[in-house]
């Protein structure tokens, strides 16, 4: 069983940073491909990135690329989610969640969440 903690979220202004950590439990992360994803009040949840295991590729939102970007460690088994030029439309309860390597489709583990708001 893998357990996900988040941090790191919390109230910034238009145009500024955070770094959103996860922290895997499972010593096997490193065979994890990871991924954030984010739910907004009222609305779906939706991809922001995601992180591949092996080779480390990533892949970004639309709304979100060139502007955060998806880190790992697999010595602190933690996965980031650095945010810069953050926007009020970014505001959302962020997931930090993992599947093991090789497979496709839905994630398996999910983290608890942690709120992002971005005041304008």
């Known amino acids: 069983q893998v357990q996900l903690v988040e941090s790191g979220g919390g109230l910034v202004q238009a145009g500024g940073s955070l770094r959103l950590s996860c922290a895997a439990s499972e010593r096997i992360f490193m065979r994890y491909n990871m991924g954030w994803f984010r739910q907004a009040p009222g609305k779906e949840r939706e991809f922001v990135a995601s992180?591949?295991?092996?080779?480390?590729?990533?892949d970004y939102a639309g709304s979100v690329k060139g502007r955060f970007t998806i880190p790992r460690d697999n010595a602190k088994n933690t996965v980031y989610l650095q945010m810069n030029g953050l926007k009020p439309e970014d505001t959302a309860v962020y997931y930090c969640?993992?599947?093991?390597?090789?497979?496709?489709?839905?994630?398996?583990?999910w983290g608890q969440g942690t709120q992002v708001t971005v005041s304008s």
């Open positions: 992180i591949n295991w092996s080779d480390f590729s990533t």
């Open positions: 969640a993992a599947r093991p390597g090789g497979t496709s489709g839905s994630y398996n583990y």
